[in-house]
T-cell receptor, first 116, second 118 residues
Framework: GAVVSQHPSRVICKSGTSVKIECRSL??????MFWYRQFPKKSLMLMAT?????????EQGVEKDKFLINHASLTLSTLTVTSAHPEDSSFYIC????????????FGQGTRLTVV | AQSVTQPDIHITVSEGASLELRCNYS??????LFWYVQSPGQGLQLLLK??????LVQGIKGFEAEFKRSQSSFNLRKPSVHWSDAAEYFC????????????????FGQGTILTVHP
């Protein structure tokens, strides 16, 4: 199977600090990863598309300086929420697209971020 | 712009009853179509997907979905619901071009919460 792992699954941080979320494809290489955000009782909204070795492409309205995305290898993308505020509290989910081939993107288990 | 509509925010059914969750989409071409299930605090599990071919798609856990091009719909069905099916269900669409740079980028519906009564 294609397994995508996110870490941490839950994190609580103080307002003003930064927090990093990792998304790893465990058994395949992922040229592209996607980061979604899910507000309480809402759907998932795509934040950005992360391509290995290049800059991420952000969706309209997403602050690229606040949500830093790095995709340094074919198995790891990171999302750093900088200077976090309570309104950044949310559920963040990544998905990874397999290099080559023709399959859907596979989702991680998500990270619950709470900013206090 | 593409969009996905799940008209029912919350559905309640009795265990053993049949289920249909509605999904309508707006897209320039026939997209790839997906149904995911999410349990509270968990990630997404793929139930089934449609890329092309037979319009009736079988998925895991006894779910099926039917693609109807004329209605731009992809409704999810299950003949007999189990209490463990209680969760939130998301319909999603993605670009149909294999290998395209946006492949795998999904647009989600608002979700339908399913409650199952014993």
């Amino acid at each position: 199977g294609a397994v995508v792992s996110q870490h941490p699954s839950r994190v609580i941080c103080k307002s003003g600090t930064s927090v990093k979320i990792e998304c790893r494809s465990l058994d395949f290489q992922a040229t592209t990863m996607f980061w979604y955000r899910q507000f309480p009782k809402k759907s998932l909204m795509l934040m950005a598309t992360s391509n290995e070795g290049s800059k991420a492409t952000y969706e309209q309205g997403v602050e690229k300086d606040k949500f830093l995305i790095n995709h340094a290898s074919l198995t790891l993308s990171t999302l750093t929420v900088t200077s976090a505020h309570p309104e950044d509290s949310s559920f963040y989910i990544c998905s990874a697209r397999r290099q080559g081939g023709y399959t859907e993107a596979f989702f991680g288990q998500g990270t619950r971020l709470t900013v206090v | 712009a593409q969009s996905v509509t799940q008209p029912d925010i919350h559905i309640t059914v009795s265990e053993g009853a049949s289920l249909e969750l509605r999904c309508n989409y707006s897209y320039g071409a026939t997209p790839y179509l997906f149904w995911y299930v999410q349990s509270p605090g968990q990630g997404l599990q793929l139930l089934l997907k449609y890329f092309s071919g037979d319009t009736l798609v079988q998925g895991i856990k006894g779910f099926e979905a039917e693609f109807k091009r004329s209605q731009s719909s992809f409704n999810l069905r299950k003949p007999s619901v189990h209490w463990s099916d209680a969760a939130e269900y998301f319909c999603a669409v993605g670009p149909p071009n294999a290998g395209g740079t946006s492949y795998g980028k999904l647009t989600f519906g608002q979700g339908t919460i399913l409650t199952v009564h014993p």
